[in-house]
């Protein structure tokens, strides 16, 4: 399984949201199996070809041939309507740590699994010099 890269900064924010959420939610384990895979590092060395929070991504789904591009936010933010991507939904944790040319197996709330390629990162908030979001 490939290593997932992610802020110092971003697990500490993850990990207070997780805590804060009802045992139901089930965000604690979302959390803990990324952590998993994860190599964390800190905000001024991350790759700026990697998803981080508050990055902005364009993917598509080959089989469909759809593009969309959603932004990974923290739960309160979430606002799918706005192309604002919980990070813990499917495609939210999917994304967090994938680089352009990754494909994702997600099985989102509709429930059929779906592949979806990361085409382009659009904006990462590191690479533009904001370690605040």
């Known amino acids: ?30 959390l803990d ?47 799918f309507s706005q192309g604002r991507l919980n990070v813990f939904s499917p495609v939210g944790l999917a994304l967090l740590g994938a680089t352009p040319g990754d494909e994702l197996r997600v099985t989102p709330p509709s429930g059929a699994p779906q592949t979806l390629k990361v085409e382009q990162i659009v904006f990462q908030p590191e690479a533009a010099g904001d370690y605040r979001l």
């Open 1 to 30: 399984m490939k290593t997932c890269y992610l802020t110092e900064t971003d697990v500490g924010r993850l990990e207070r949201h997780a805590a804060q959420a009802s045992p139901q939610s089930g965000y604690q384990a979302m």
């Open 33 to 79: 199996a990324l952590l998993e895979r994860a190599a964390v590092v800190e905000a001024t060395n991350i790759d700026p070809s990697v998803v981080t929070m508050n990055s902005t991504v364009t993917l598509s789904n080959p089989s469909s041939g759809e593009h969309m591009t959603w932004t990974v936010v923290y739960p309160p933010d979430a606002d």
